[in-house]
């Protein structure tokens, strides 16, 4: 995915692309995707400046800067690093990016559009998740499909791209009564709570492709996704590992959506 979307960044030729993550301070969580983000920007060709607002920033001054890089015409796309220092409100900040900037695609004119069609900067991880199923040729049409957690930027997201490709969606969540009954139907499962080990190969139908969205830190201080690795890959038909699963696959939906907003046809 990468080399097509240098191939991309080259056919833009002298255009200039950069992509921006604005942060407080520099949180260590956040160093290592913000590495992450640098080294596969790098690699397909897309300059990438970091901004460390100094810590003890406020929100007036997160969208001060904000607003600098809305004006800023080489800049195609602006990431905020999480998490925010408390008193600083996500949605506030999202909503003030320029949402054709919104590379995340977590502003809420980009999240809404969702609702009518896959929007042209869809959020990443959700549309990490779709690919992944997509790559394994399974036809999504009347598949069971049942999703693990709601949340805005992850779960809602992916449950409705889903949906657009006829997939028969369950939403899952903390009011479900018994999981197992929901995930041991699905044809395609994804599980992003995060919760170590929430899934097991036990509650797998044999076969079924698995999205593990999940990041946890085990307790031996490995990363670990949500569903227990050992006891499900054998069961599975497709098992994302964690890490190396939906994790890269969403810094290159990150790309994507830099280039898409750059004006790529990717
Ligand atoms: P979140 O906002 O905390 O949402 C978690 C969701 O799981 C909520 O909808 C919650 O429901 C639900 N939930 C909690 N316990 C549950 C249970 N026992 N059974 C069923 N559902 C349950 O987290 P998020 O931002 O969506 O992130 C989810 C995971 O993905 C985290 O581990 C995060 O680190 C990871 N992540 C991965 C990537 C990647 O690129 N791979 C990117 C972002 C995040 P309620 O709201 O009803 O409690």
Redesign the pocket.
């Known amino acids: 995915m990468r080399s097509r979307l240098a191939e991309a960044r080259k056919a833009l030729g002298d255009r200039h692309v950069k992509l921006v993550s604005v942060e407080i301070g520099q949180n260590p969580a956040a160093a290592v995707y913000v590495r992450n983000q640098q080294r596969a920007a790098a690699e397909v060709g897309i300059e990438m400046e970091v901004q460390n607002l100094p810590l003890g920033s406020g929100q007036p001054d997160l969208l001060r800067s904000i607003d600098d890089l809305n004006r800023r015409d080489e800049v195609a796309g602006i990431i905020v690093q999480r998490p925010l220092p408390p008193g600083i409100d996500p949605r506030v900040v999202q909503s003030a990016i320029d949402p054709h900037k919104d590379v995340e695609g977590m502003h809420p004119a980009n999240m809404g559009a969702i609702l009518y069609r896959e929007p042209m900067l869809p959020p ?2 959700a549309a ?1 998740a779709q690919l992944l199923i997509q790559s394994t040729g399974l036809d999504l049409r009347g598949a069971e499909t049942v999703v ?8 809602k997201p992916i449950a409705i791209l889903l949906l657009h490709h006829l997939s028969t969606v369950t939403v ?5 009564r018994k ?1 197992v009954d929901h995930t041991r139907r699905a044809d395609i499962l994804v599980v ?4 170590a080990g ?1 899934v097991h190969g036990d509650m797998i139908r044999p076969g079924a492709c698995v999205i593990d ?4 830190q085990g307790p031996d201080g490995r990363i670990v ?2 569903v227990d690795f050992a006891s499900t890959v054998d069961v599975a038909g497709f098992l994302t590992p ?1 890490p190396g ?3 890269p ?3 290159a939906m990150l790309l994507r959506n830099t280039l898409r907003a750059a004006g790529a046809a990717v």
Request: hydrophobic share 45%; glycine share 22%.
């Open positions: 990443c991880t990490a693990v957690g709601h949340s805005e930027i992850i779960g899952c969540h903390i009011g479900t999981l992003a709570v995060g919760k929430l969205v999940g990041i946890n996704g949500d964690v699963g939906v994790g696959v969403t810094v």
